[in-house]
Structure formats: C-alpha cells, structure tokens
C-alpha cells in the first residue's frame, strides 16, 4: 500500500528540538519529491519545506535558519529537524509526496501533533 | 511569500452549485497553472481534489470543477452533497520554487 506514516510529535519545551520522521511505504522517497506541511490548531495550510534529488531543499522564509529537512533512502524515510522552538510552531505537521511537473501534493500521511509550551 | 486569499466561509443547499475563489499574484497563481485545491473534513489529511487548475484525480467526482482567470483561480462544487461540507484549500506553485496556500474556506452545506 502507497502512504505516508509521520511520527515524532508531541510535548516540547520552547526553546527546545525535535526531529519527525515520516515512513514511506510502497514508493520511494528518493524518487520523488517530498515536502513538509503545517498546520496550526484551528488555522490554516502552511507550506514548510521540500527536498528532492539533486538539488538544495527550499524552506518558507518563516521557519529558514531553524528546520532542516532531510531523507535516508536506505530507511525511505523523511525527516524534519525543527530547532529553537517557538509556540507558534504548535501544529500538525504532515509529510506529503508533491507529484513532479504538475507540482501538487498527491499523497499525504495522518500528520503528527507537535505541541510547543511551557 | 503572502497566503492566497479566500473567503472564510461559503454555504449553500444540497443540489446547489458554489464557487470559492482564490487570489493570488503574477508570482503565483497568476504566473503558473500550478493551482491545486485540497479538501480537509475535521480530524483529517487534505485530500487533492483539483490540480493543475482544472484537472480531477481519479477518483474524485465530475461534480468538482476549477477555472482560473488572471491572479484568481476558482473551485466550483456542484449537485451540492452533505458530504462536501469540509474546509477547502487551494495552493499554487511559486516563481521562488515554493509553495502557497490559502487561507481556507469553511464549505457549510
């Protein structure tokens, strides 16, 4: 079966770090493109990053400089490193597969809830 | 990079017709044909229901639609269903190789 599982969320400290994962099965995800995308209780989609073969991942201007996206083929496993939390970045954060040249999300997993307080 | 900007809410009966639009700017929607839109019900994953501006993936019902007309790109959901009532998203590819969405629109039918 072709999804998408993220896991690594939950109670973190501000200030504090985390790294979420996100297992691929039925694809691989060094074939393809693969992003990161947030969403804020009761708020709306926020594109995070993505990364692909090839070439330099990209990051939305507003997490630059504190996540870093990364992928282990051996494990075709996706990951997030997200550093010096802040409270505002309390939300679901799901990993989905963006389909090459018509550059859409086609594939999205259940998303994990990270929860940044004090 | 500004979210696209979409009506908070929009309603409608069962077997009507709605549109959400979404505006966005020449370094997006209006600068590619790479406009997507997502449906999301409470709890779960977005699910693409339109890409390409008006393409359907296998899958989703003919009564699903997308047009685009300089910097707005539009969802039309016809034959309203109790169903379609969920949030829907739309989302474009960028001129800096970047991703936007928009804020979201509550579907109440």
């Known amino acids: 079966e072709v999804q998408l599982v993220e896991s690594g969320g939950g109670l973190i400290q501000p200030g504090g770090s985390l790294r979420l994962s996100c297992a691929a099965s039925g694809f691989s995800v060094s074939n393809n493109y693969m992003s990161w995308v947030r969403q804020a209780p009761g708020r709306g989609l926020e594109w995070v990053s993505f990364?692909?073969?090839?070439?330099?991942?990209h990051y939305a201007d507003s997490v630059k400089g504190r996540l870093t996206i990364s992928r282990d083929n051996s494990k075709n496993t996706l990951y997030l490193q997200v550093n010096s939390l802040r409270v505002e970045d309390t939300a679901v954060y799901y990993c989905?597969?963006?389909?090459?040249?018509?550059?859409?999300?086609?594939?999205w997993g259940r998303g994990t809830l990270v929860t940044v307080s004090s | 990079q500004s979210a696209l900007t979409q009506p908070a809410s929009v309603s409608g009966s069962p077997q009507q017709s709605i549109t959400i639009s979404c505006t966005g700017t020449?370094?997006?929607?209006?600068?590619?044909?790479?406009v997507s839109w997502y449906q999301q019900h409470p709890g779960k994953a977005p699910k693409v229901m339109i890409y390409?501006?008006?393409n359907r993936p296998s899958g989703v019902s003919n009564r699903f639609s997308g047009s685009k007309s300089g910097n707005t790109a539009s969802l039309t959901i016809s034959g309203l269903q109790a169903e379609d009532e969920a949030d829907y998203y739309c989302s474009s590819y960028t001129s800096s190789a970047t991703w936007v969405f928009g804020g979201g629109t509550k579907l109440t039918v």
């Open positions: 390409d501006v008006s």
């Open positions: 990364i692909y073969s090839g070439g330099s991942p």
């Open positions: 989905a597969r963006i389909l090459w040249r018509s550059w859409y999300f086609d594939l």
């Open positions: 020449s370094s997006d929607v209006g600068g590619y044909n790479y």
